[in-house]
Each structure stands twice: as C-alpha cells, then as structure tokens.
C-alpha cells in the first residue's frame, strides 16, 4: 500500500501511471495540495493534503495501513511569490513532517526522491561521481534536498527497522515535460541558448525510467542511495541542437545577469540562475549501482529523453 505525496506533479503522475500496471501494488495513495488530473484507477485513493499537516497525514496514513511512502513533493524553482526562507520551510520542514509521520505510523520503506543536484554544478567533478562522493549543493533546490537527506540519516537511526533508499535523479524529461519540466525553458527563447559554447556535459533520465527506477525500489523493499541516470551523456551544444532554436553561446556571467530580468521579460519567463547553472558546468554520474544491486536498466539515452520533450513542445528538429 503506496502513499506517494507530490502525486499531481510530475513524477509523481509518472510514477502512479507505472505503479497502477504493478500487481503488487494493492493501494495507492495519491498525496498533494493539487487535485489529480486523471483518477480513473480503482486502487487510487486521492486526498488534497499538505505535507506539513500532520495530522491530516497521520489519519490517511492509519486508515489505509500503508506500507511504503515516496516522497517526492518538492518545490525545484522558488516562486517569484515566495521568499528563500518559506521555500525551504516547505521542502525541508514538510519533508521532515511528513517522514516522521510516516515512520510513527510503522510505515515499513520510505523512499525519498532526491536530486544529482546534491553534488552541486562545480568544476573539478570526475568523469563519473558515484554515490559516495561529497554533497557540495550550490542550487537552493539541492541544498534542500541535501538537507532532507541529513533528516532521513537522523531518522533512520531513530527508527532502525524501516528501509530508506534514495534516488538521486538526473533532471527528468520526456513527453510530459511539455507540460511539467522547469527545462521547458530551454526553448522559451527564440534561439537556445549554451553558455561557454555549451561544452558542458550532463544527463537526463526519462520520465518512465525515472517511475520504473522508484517502482524497482519498492518492490525489492530496497535501502541505500542510487544515482538514477541515462547510461549516457550529452554536451548542451548536442542538446540544442535537437530543438528548433538556432544555438547562441554566451559566456556564463552575462546569462546570469540575464537570469536577474525573468520577472520583466516575458521571453525570459522561466529562464533563472538555477537553470544557467545546470548547463555551466558538467555533471555526469555514474549509475552502476541502480544497475547491478537493483537490476535496473534505463531504456532511453539522454539525447532521447530531451528529444521526446523537444518533440511534446513542438520545437524538435
């Protein structure tokens, strides 16, 4: 019995579509402050709750008995409504409120969706970080997620018979990007835009093996962390070139002013410092892990994950 909070986001809607063709799932409980756009399954049972409401999630988490929680509930860019400090209360605060619950309830398995992010977008990387490397986060969004990973430690020791696994995902993409990625903002221009001549190196995960990849996990009961990733990788000249945009490279300092009039311009609208630092600097994990403990295999390469997106937004070459 899956309770998966963040289920309207996503990966969240990614994952109930995976998680419903299981036969061993018996219930799923969908969790989020948004109504699910499509519940037409018997064995979902949706509630509009925040995670940091304990008490609302502490009744669901009893009347159904469940078993295994994914928390993938995370807000990745602040709001332009929303302060840093508020941002934080509501990735960290509400992951913790929601975590505990879950493990004074007896839930057996929590796994926690995390981020490659949590090793941050600096140079010096090796060419491919494993999971043991140092947590160096300069995104808000993976400083966050570093922090519920430090939480979940604390806990696990609190709470010593539950199972924690974390995957850390690669930027997620895919056909239903088109309505949910942060990197639609890649073609939000009429040219795409690299910096440093977009030499830069990253991957993708796609958005059915990142849901096949958190289903592997429950269904092996599975504990530890796992880099989830395409086995290959792609330089952001590579990437651009799958869209319809003419490429414009344009050194880093000057993207991360223009990051500052996303609020004015409406072509820039989406376009933030988070996603300048994504494509600055060259992150490429090594997935062997996911691959040999869990037997999981990603199906799509990086360059077909950003190719379905550039395909649902209409921007494909």
């Given at each position: 019995?899956?309770?998966?909070?963040?289920?309207?986001?996503?990966?969240?809607?990614?994952?109930?579509?995976?998680?419903?063709t299981?036969?061993?799932?018996?219930?799923?409980?969908?969790?989020?402050?948004?109504?699910?756009?499509?519940?037409?399954?018997?064995?979902?049972?949706?509630?509009?709750?925040?995670?940091?409401?304990?008490?609302?999630?502490?009744?669901?988490?009893?009347?159904?008995?469940?078993?295994?929680?994914?928390?993938?509930?995370?807000?990745?860019?602040?709001?332009?409504?929303?302060?840093?400090?508020?941002?934080?209360?509501a990735?960290?605060?509400?992951?913790?409120?929601?975590i505990?619950?879950?493990?004074?309830?007896?839930v057996?398995?929590?796994v926690?969706?995390?981020?490659?992010?949590?090793?941050?977008?600096?140079?010096?990387?090796?060419?491919?970080?494993?999971?043991?490397?140092?947590?160096?986060?300069?995104?808000?969004?993976?400083?966050?997620?570093?922090?519920?990973?430090?939480?979940?430690?604390?806990?696990?020791?609190?709470?010593?018979?539950?199972?924690?696994?974390?995957?850390?995902?690669?930027?997620?993409?895919?056909?239903?990007?088109?309505?949910?990625?942060?990197?639609?903002?890649?073609?939000?221009?009429p040219?795409?835009?690299?910096?440093?001549?977009?030499?830069?190196l990253?991957?993708?995960?796609?958005?059915?093996?990142?849901?096949?990849?958190?289903?592997?996990?429950?269904?092996?009961?599975?504990?530890?962390?796992?880099?989830?990733?395409?086995?290959?990788?792609?330089?952001?000249?590579?990437?651009?070139?799958?869209?319809?945009?003419?490429?414009?490279?344009?050194?880093?300092?000057?993207?991360?002013?223009?990051?500052?009039?996303?609020?004015?311009?409406?072509?820039?609208?989406?376009?933030?410092?988070?996603?300048?630092?994504?494509?600055?600097?060259?992150?490429?994990v090594?997935?062997?892990?996911?691959?040999?403990?869990?037997?999981?295999?990603?199906r799509?390469?990086?360059?077909?994950?950003?190719?379905?997106?550039?395909?649902?937004?209409?921007?494909?070459?």
């Amino acid at each position: 019995i899956v309770a998966v909070t963040g289920a309207a986001g996503y990966l969240g809607s990614r994952l109930l579509a995976y998680l419903t063709t299981q036969p061993w799932v018996a219930q799923i409980i969908a969790l989020d402050q948004k109504p699910l756009a499509n519940n037409s399954s018997g064995r979902i049972h949706a509630y509009q709750v925040d995670v940091s409401d304990a008490e609302a999630l502490a009744a669901i988490f009893a009347r159904h008995s469940v078993t295994h929680l994914v928390h993938a509930a995370f807000l990745l860019v602040q709001p332009p409504d929303m302060s840093e400090s508020a941002m934080r209360a509501a990735n960290v605060d509400g992951s913790r409120c929601v975590i505990e619950t879950a493990l004074r309830h007896g839930v057996q398995q929590i796994v926690f969706v995390s981020s490659v992010a949590i090793y941050g977008y600096l140079p010096g990387h090796p060419a491919r970080v494993r999971e043991d490397a140092p947590l160096r986060p300069t995104m808000i969004y993976g400083k966050h997620k570093a922090a519920v990973e430090t939480i979940l430690q604390e806990l696990g020791s609190a709470y010593p018979a539950a199972r924690i696994a974390i995957p850390r995902l690669a930027a997620v993409v895919g056909a239903a990007g088109r309505d949910y990625s942060h990197l639609r903002a890649l073609t939000a221009q009429p040219v795409f835009v690299v910096a440093n001549g977009g030499r830069a190196l990253t991957q993708a995960i796609h958005e059915d093996d990142a849901a096949e990849l958190i289903g592997t996990l429950l269904e092996q009961d599975a504990s530890g962390i796992f880099n989830g990733a395409a086995d290959d990788s792609a330089a952001w000249a590579a990437i651009g070139g799958l869209s319809s945009r003419p490429i414009v490279s344009m050194p880093r300092a000057v993207l991360n002013q223009m990051t500052r009039l996303n609020t004015t311009l409406p072509a820039l609208n989406g376009f933030t410092r988070e996603i300048v630092d994504l494509f600055a600097e060259s992150l490429v994990v090594d997935n062997s892990a996911a691959r040999t403990q869990l037997a999981w295999t990603p199906r799509y390469s990086t360059l077909a994950a950003f190719q379905q997106m550039f395909a649902a937004l209409g921007t494909a070459r």
